[in-house]
């Protein structure tokens, strides 16, 4: 969400940018042990709009999808991501730009002039703030959603809860998407826009999930077939081996 606000460091006009998270944004149980139960605890939908005070944990995760992206307005100090000035790079504190940006919100929204980025922000340490219950923005259709299912892996957490990962891909929009569901607890996460297959299993690894064995989708399927032997070198190349 992009914002102009007075920089309390410098004291100039700055531009920056903000997180603000939607109704479909998973939260889980605020006592968690983040990976370790990723698949056994069931997440729920968040259900509203929500301005995103603190972000943190996960930040390898966090810095790849947002910091390198949008470097000039987003940074990692003392271990929190957070909006920084574009004159001085000095922190812009959530108290300082929460006005302006939950009002800058609601107010582009109105007119659609905002786009969902749909990025996936799996993060341990979050403090969000809530905007008002009646607040509605209508969300626009996914572009060319067309995304083909070509692989389902078994995969099992730390503490040996079991699930799935479900390969998919986008042949117009070129990107991938990932779908974790525990055996117990259902969906439990949604990946979307993985330009590359190593983003995918950078984010596998980053949920801390190991993956005990590959199907594909559709068996006579030469695409599935290509998407496993692609899949297999990207896990390969980042040091996962094939047990024996």
């Not at 995103?52 to 307005?73: K, W």
């Not at 979050?126 to 572009?143: H, K, N, P, Q, W």
Request: hydrophobic letters at 40%; one cysteine or more; charged letters at 20%.
């Amino acid at each position: 969400m992009p914002f102009s606000a007075d920089c309390p460091g410098c004291g100039a006009q700055t531009r920056s940018a903000a997180i603000v998270v939607g109704p479909s944004s998973l939260v889980g149980d605020p006592g968690s042990a983040s990976e370790s139960d990723v698949l056994a605890k069931p997440r729920k939908t968040l259900d509203a709009f929500a301005f995103v005070e603190a972000l943190g944990g996960q930040t390898e995760h966090v810095e790849r999808s947002i910091v390198n992206r949008f470097h000039s307005t987003f940074a990692f100090l003392d271990s929190q991501l957070t909006s920084i000035c574009e004159h001085c790079a000095e922190n812009l504190p959530p108290a300082a730009i929460r006005s302006v940006v939950m009002n800058g919100f609601v107010r582009l929204g109105q007119k659609r002039l905002l786009v969902n980025e749909r990025l996936m922000l799996f993060a341990t340490e979050v403090v969000l703030t809530e905007f008002r219950g009646d607040t509605s923005i209508e969300e626009s259709a996914m572009r060319d959603p067309d995304y083909a299912l070509l692989l389902v892996c078994d995969t099992e957490s730390a503490v040996g809860e079991t699930g799935t990962i479900e390969l998919w891909h986008s042949i117009a929009r070129n990107d991938y998407a990932i779908e974790v569901k525990g055996h117990a607890s259902g969906e439990v996460l949604r990946d979307g826009f993985n330009s590359d297959l190593k983003d995918v299993v950078t984010t596998v690894s980053d949920l801390g999930l190991v993956l005990t064995q590959l199907h594909l989708a559709q068996a006579t399927s030469p695409y599935c077939a290509l998407a496993r032997d692609l899949f297999l070198e990207a896990l390969e190349q980042a040091g996962y081996r094939q047990a024996r």
